[in-house]
């Protein structure tokens, strides 16, 4: 029954909704009396094992980590002024959602970017912050893959870019 996977044990992965994970295995389970072959991936930073049927894979915007070129122009956008909308917090807070949950890294670099406070800054809402955490983790997550770091060394250079801007 064998629907040719494009992704398999070993590989890192990106689901939009859950950031960066690794693919466990790829597994044959008889689920309502179908038998489904199902992609197992691991979460670590969320400690979740999510299984996706291997046939819905591609409506499920399941991808591989991005190139080093699409994370270059993504650290790049870290690097622009920041773009505040004057429109009301609820509607760019939709809006910032909808970026980091599109899983494109330059998409959720600029959200990282209009959101962060240098020490020097007002303190950010409750909500700003936890919208600016979400995102930062998204970014730091797919880069740390992309370059073999550590999650916090990641971050680290992250927010080294944001305070030299």
């Not at 670590?44 to 049927?53: E, K, N, V, Y």
Request: proline share 4%.
């Amino acid at each position: 029954m064998s629907n040719s996977c494009q992704f398999g044990p070993g590989d890192h992965v990106v689901y939009p909704a859950h950031g960066v994970g690794q693919v466990l295995s790829v597994e044959s389970q008889v689920i309502a009396g179908q038998e489904l072959e199902l992609l197992v991936i691991a979460f670590c930073r969320d400690r979740m094992t999510l299984r996706i049927p291997v046939s819905k894979v591609r409506q499920s915007s399941l991808r591989r980590l991005s190139t080093r070129k699409t994370m270059d122009s993504a650290l790049e956008a870290l690097q622009g002024k920041a773009r505040v909308k004057r429109t009301m917090w609820s509607r760019r807070a939709q809006e910032y959602e909808a970026k980091i949950n599109s899983g494109d890294p330059v998409s959720i670099a600029e959200v990282v970017r209009d959101l962060y406070r240098s020490a020097s800054q007002p303190e950010q809402s409750y909500s700003e912050r936890q919208i600016y955490e979400l995102a930062l983790e998204r970014l730091t997550g797919e880069l740390a893959a992309i370059e073999d770091i550590d999650p916090n060394q990641a971050t680290e250079k992250v927010e080294k870019i944001l305070n030299a801007a």
